[in-house]
């Protein structure tokens, strides 16, 4: 059992910059596929970015704003969101791939709104 704890989000002008981050227990994310996922309100929950062993992927409305990043030490990982839009508003969800495994975690919101 991995367990995933999200921190960081808060309520943040437009053109603001937030860092969520991910601490992973129970499991390496070094070797793991970690994503971060979004649901806005009322929405369905989709992929904002995605890092493995050697890439990163990202939804075409984050590309240029956003970077994810891993720090095996402290096996956590990180979404640097820059420039945010009202659009960026949402529960942001950490999310852990290895083999057949599959965990989330419980979510932080992020609201942009001034």
């Known amino acids: 059992q991995v367990h995933l704890v999200e921190s960081g989000g808060d309520l943040v002008q437009p053109g603001g910059s937030l860092r969520l981050s991910c601490a992973a227990a129970g499991g390496a994310v070094s070797i793991a596929t970690m994503s971060w996922y979004r649901q806005p309100p009322g929405k369905q929950r989709d992929l904002v970015a995605r890092?493995?062993?050697?890439?990163?992927d990202y939804v075409d409305s984050v590309k240029g704003r956003f970077t994810i990043s891993r720090d095996n030490a402290e096996n956590t990982v990180y979404l640097q969101m820059n420039m945010l839009k009202p659009e960026d508003t949402a529960v942001y969800y950490c999310?852990?791939?290895?083999?057949?495994?599959?965990?989330w975690g419980q979510g932080t919101r992020v609201t942009v709104s001034s």
């Open positions: 999310n852990y791939v290895y083999g057949q495994y599959h965990f």
């Open positions: 890092i493995t062993s050697d890439s990163t």
